[in-house]
């Protein structure tokens, strides 16, 4: 479980900057070390194999949520920047879906 909790601090900060695509080619790096480093020595190598390759399921999933999490609330976005607008130009207009479905777009690139 030690190693477990290391995982949580180490995955979700390579998401700290906007390249995901790159962060997360890192994080699955990271994760390959990580599971290599759990096999013990003189471990058959076909059980090796499955450890790692069942270490490296269970890691992607963890890299993924981190990456999920990391897109922003487009929801929020929207909302404050319609709510910026309108402050500043309170008869001005707006269409919340179409600004709704770029962010959408733009988050989904990723």
């Known amino acids: 479980m030690k190693y477990f909790a290391l995982l949580l601090f ?3 900060s390579a998401y700290a900057n906007n390249n995901l695509a790159e962060n997360a080619d890192e994080s699955h790096l990271q994760a390959k070390e990580y599971c290599l480093s ?3 020595g003189g471990t ?3 059980e090796a194999t499955e450890f790692v390759n069942q270490c490296m399921a ?4 963890y890299i993924d949520e981190a ?11 929207v909302d404050e920047a ?8 309170p008869n001005s207009s ?3 879906d179409q600004l709704l479905d770029s962010c959408l777009n733009e988050t989904n690139l990723d």
């Open 67 to 77: 990456r999920e999490a990391s897109k922003p609330d487009c929801y929020q976005q």
């Open 38 to 40: 759990m096999v013990q």
């Open 58 to 61: 269970e890691q992607s999933v």
């Open 82 to 89: 319609i709510q910026e607008k309108l402050d500043s130009e």
């Open 44 to 46: 058959p190598d076909d």
């Open 94 to 96: 707006y269409d919340y």
């Open 10 to 12: 180490i995955i979700p």
